[in-house]
């Protein structure tokens, strides 16, 4: 499964390696990757809220249709997708950001597990004689089950010897010197629920990485449900208490099924969700732009209102009965107050609209 993202792991673990030639820290590396790497989904966030700010305008019109051809599912879906297109909306537009940060997650697994393909850069010969002595020194059961590269690092680790006799000692010296740890943990570690035989240090240590994802991932959804309070109701106020429910919970289960590395990753990148949410809040409040929405179309509405008003008491004024209906024949008058009046009952009693007829102005 992982493999299968290598192509998404490959540009990602070649970033990483031109932040580490600076760095020359893989935890520090990991860190500013992982800011760097959320802030170039900005763009996708901007592009979220609006896909928020737009969704919830578009309720009302959606429920209208609702109302209108609510008995015709064949009618509705063309009415819905003729609104969609007419507002330029796509229901996904609130979603892409979310769906993105999944690939990118299983490209983070790729990059983590395998370290010396990503991080030092070695040919995959080397890689496979690597392996070979590590399954001599460790046996094939003390391989690790998700990446035999990582059985490398901790094999030259226990006896250096045979991989200096069997890769040189150019390529032992740059397996065995590279630290593959931050402020002391290795990263490669995973997270359980229980010691497993492990010092209770590090246990603790790899224990906070998904309290705090988890934390961290409810103050978003917290943010989220705050901002967009005032813009849903029934269905999307429900949708929303779940996500903030399963958010947090998914959060904890990932960061406990992934080595420390990634967990991390997916820490930071909730914590710049975080900050980026709040921002995105301050600048465009859902609340405060539907508000405005709503208020700039009323007014437009009064304005036509008074417009109308206005051109009515002008035709009254020359002797027209009105201007919309000046050079009709009485019976086309007739036909344009029906429609209108079978309109007006179709939207009230949500029932499908029928067109007007000869027969019924006869």
């Not at 903030?244 to 990148?269: C, K, N, R």
Request: proline letters at 5%; one cysteine or more; a neutral charge.
């Amino acid at each position: 499964m992982i493999q299968f993202f290598s192509f998404i792991g490959t540009p990602l673990g070649w970033i990483m390696y031109q932040i580490n030639n600076f760095t020359h820290n893989y935890g520090i590396t990991l860190i500013i990757f992982s800011i760097l790497l959320k802030v170039c989904m900005i763009p996708l966030g901007i592009k979220q809220q609006k896909g928020l700010i737009a969704n919830a305008r578009m309720q009302p019109k959606m429920k209208a249709l609702q109302k209108a051809y609510g008995n015709n599912k064949q009618r509705y879906s063309e009415e819905l997708q003729k609104l969609y297109n007419e507002e330029h909306f796509s229901p996904m537009s609130s979603c892409l950001p979310m769906l993105i940060q999944f690939p990118i997650l299983f490209g983070m697994l790729d990059v983590i597990y395998y370290p010396i393909k990503h991080m030092l850069r070695l040919p995959a010969e080397t890689i496979n004689k690597a392996i070979e002595i590590a399954t001599a020194v460790l046996g094939e059961n003390g391989l690790n089950s998700y990446s035999k590269e990582i059985s490398v690092i901790s094999a030259i680790r226990q006896n250096s010897a045979p991989f200096y006799e069997g890769l040189g000692t150019d390529i032992a010296d740059k397996i065995l010197n590279f630290d593959f740890t931050m402020f002391g943990l290795n990263l490669f570690d995973q997270p359980t629920l229980t010691p497993d035989g492990k010092p209770m240090g590090l246990y603790l240590a790899l224990m906070v990485i998904p309290i705090l994802s988890g934390v961290t991932s409810l103050i978003m959804s917290l943010i989220t449900k705050q901002s967009t309070a005032a813009t849903t109701d029934g269905q999307m106020a429900g949708m929303n208490n779940s996500m903030m429910i399963m958010m947090p919970v998914m959060s904890v289960w990932i960061s406990f099924v992934v080595p420390a590395g990634v967990g991390i990753y997916w820490l930071i990148s909730n914590i710049c969700s975080c900050v980026q949410s709040y921002v995105l809040n301050k600048v465009m409040n859902p609340a405060e732009e539907i508000a405005k929405a709503k208020a700039e179309e009323e007014a437009m509405r009064e304005a036509e209102r008074l417009e109308r008003i206005e051109q009515k008491k002008k035709a009254r004024e020359q002797g027209i009965k009105d201007p919309g209906e000046k050079g009709l024949s009485q019976k086309e008058i007739a036909r344009r107050k029906l429609a209108e009046a079978r309109r007006r009952d179709a939207e009230r009693y949500g029932e499908e609209y029928v067109e007007v007829t000869d027969d019924d102005i006869k």
